[in-house]
């Protein structure tokens, strides 16, 4: 059993930063890509970032110079900092852990205000 717990979500303002958190624990033999989702109200699940297990990034183009994806290998861990937000931003974000299969975090609203 593989569970992923996300942290971080919350209300900014426009042109400020959050950063989200997403621990995975349980039966975990090695982790390949990790990486985010999100999902605004009434639009489809749309792919923001990924991070291989040796640290390539790759991003939407929207975010691209924005947000920051990283991981912290040896605690299951991947990060999203998102700086320069907008409203446009505001969803709710999910992470995601490619063992076997894929495996999804519970997902995190963040609400960016103009």
């Known amino acids: 059993q593989v569970q992923l717990v996300e942290s971080g979500g919350g209300l900014v303002q426009a042109g400020g930063s959050q950063r989200l958190s997403c621990a995975a624990s349980g039966s975990i033999f090695s982790i390949n890509a990790m990486g985010w989702f999100r999902q605004a109200p009434g639009k489809q699940r749309e792919w923001v970032a990924a991070?291989?297990?040796?640290?390539?990034?790759n991003y939407v183009d929207s975010v691209k110079g924005r947000f920051t994806i990283s991981r912290d290998n040896a605690k299951n861990t991947v990060y999203l900092q998102m700086n320069s937000l907008k409203p446009e931003d505001t969803a709710v974000y999910y992470c995601?852990?490619?063992?076997?299969?894929?495996?999804w975090g519970q997902g995190t609203q963040v609400t960016v205000s103009s």
């Open positions: 995601y852990a490619d063992l076997v299969r894929r495996h």
């Open positions: 991070i291989t297990s040796g640290g390539s990034t």
